[in-house]
Structures are given as C-alpha cells and as structure tokens.
Antibody, heavy 119, light 107 residues
Framework: QVQLVQSGAEVKKPGASVKISCQAS????????IHWVRQAPGQGLEWMGW????????NPAQKFQGRLTMTRDTSIKTAYMELTSLRSDDTAIYYC????????????WGQGALVTVSS | DIQMTQSPSTLSASVGDRVTITCRAS??????LAWYQHKPGKAPKLLIY???NLEPGVPSRFSGSGSGTEFTLTIGSLQPDDFATFYC?????????FGQGTKLDIK
C-alpha cells in the first residue's frame, strides 16, 4: 500500500534551518510529484511547493522562494524539504503529499512533522 | 494569484443533516478543484477531485459539484465520523491554493 513516512518533530531557533524527509513506499517514486503543505497553529492549510522526483525539478510557491529547497534521493525513495532563515511564524506541522504529474491534487499524505521555532 | 473563499467558516449541524459548503474562486478555474477532510492530529484526506469525482473509498454521501468559479461540497446525511474541517483546493500545473477552511461541528 502507498505510504509516505516523514521524519520526526524538530525544535529550532530563529534564523536556523530545518530539513524534513518524506520516505515513499508502495508505488513508483519517480512517477508522481511530491508536494509540501503546512498548517500553523490555529490556521488553515498552506501549499509550499512541489518537486518532481524523476527530473529533480522543483517549484516553490512565490512566498517561499529563496528560503525553500526541495530535493530527493531516488535510491532511497525519499524527498526532502529544507526551509532556511526560520522565524517564529514558521512554527507549523509540515506535511508531504503525493500528486500525479498531470493533476496536482493530493491522494496520499505523510503523517506530518511538527517544527517549532523558538528562542 | 487565484484566491479561494469558502463559506461558511463554521457550521453547526446534527447527525442525519444534509450540509453544503461553498467554495468560490477569484477567477475561472474550470474543474480544477479538490475537497479534503481534516481532523486534528491526522493528515488531510482527499474526498473529491476534478470538482465532482469521488475518490475511491470515500462514502457516497459526499458529493461535489460546480465549475468555473463556484463549487459546492455536499454531505448527504451527516454521520458522527464526518465532523471535521473541510478545505477546498484549486490546483494547476504550477501551484495550488487552499480555501481558508470550514469547521463542521456538532450542534
């Protein structure tokens, strides 16, 4: 069965960086895009960007350009999201999610990873 | 950027009720709309894609309709497991935008 398993919770100081992993199983990793979505406390869902594991290409949302890097390691079927220059308002649960290459709705999601940014 | 606006923001209903949530796009998005159910501590769950297509495994009491700029999610007869927050999502080849969410709670 399709599964996306994310790395664990992180606590970071303002100005630091965080890197979250998302390991895929149960499907052809290079056949689908991986997206990143976050939810800050008490807020709604916010799309951050996507990466194509086949080509390695990535498309961050304009809001995150310059701070967000999305990569992958196809040998271990894992996608990564790195967010730099962290601020307190980056405190959120970060999800990875799968979409087809053609249609970017998300049929499978990771379990989420809480990132807390605090001094 | 395309903005997605859901209404209402909160909705109180009882088991067995029929409820409708609306999502409006700031410009024509054709049928590029999905609906998700999100419960605290869990990952969001895809309910509907391409505005009206039911994701396999999702109960048939959930239905979606609309095209262009106005869309609806209808739950035909609320069950106890349905109480959650619901989000619409516009998607295209480059980006996605979520609505602000509709919290459905028990009256």
């Amino acid at each position: 069965q399709v599964q996306l398993v994310q790395s664990g919770a992180e606590v970071k100081k303002p100005g630091a960086s965080v890197k979250i992993s998302c390991q895929a199983s149960g499907y052809t990793f290079t056949g689908y895009n991986i997206h990143w979505v976050r939810q800050a406390p008490g807020q709604g869902l916010e799309w951050m960007g996507w990466t194509n594991p086949n080509s390695g290409g990535a498309n961050p949302a304009q809001k995150f350009q310059g701070r967000l890097t999305m990569t992958r390691d196809t040998s271990i079927k894992t996608a990564y999201m790195e967010l730099t220059s962290l601020r307190s308002d980056d405190t959120a649960i970060y999800y990875c999610a799968r979409s087809s290459v053609a249609f970017h709705y998300f049929d499978y999601w990771g379990q989420g990873a809480l990132v807390t940014v605090s001094s | 950027d395309i903005q997605m606006t859901q209404s209402p923001s909160t909705l109180s209903a009882s088991v067995g009720d029929r409820v409708t949530i609306t999502c409006r796009a700031s410009q024509n998005i054709n049928d590029r709309l999905a609906w998700y159910q999100h419960k605290p501590g869990k990952a969001p769950k895809l309910l509907i894609y391409k505005a009206s297509n039911l994701e396999p495994g999702v109960p048939s009491r959930f239905s979606g309709s609309g095209s262009g700029t106005e869309f609806t999610l209808t739950i035909g007869s609320l069950q106890p497991d349905d109480f959650a927050t619901f989000y619409c999502q516009h998607y295209n080849s480059f980006s996605s935008t979520f609505g602000q969410g509709t919290k459905l709670d028990i009256k």
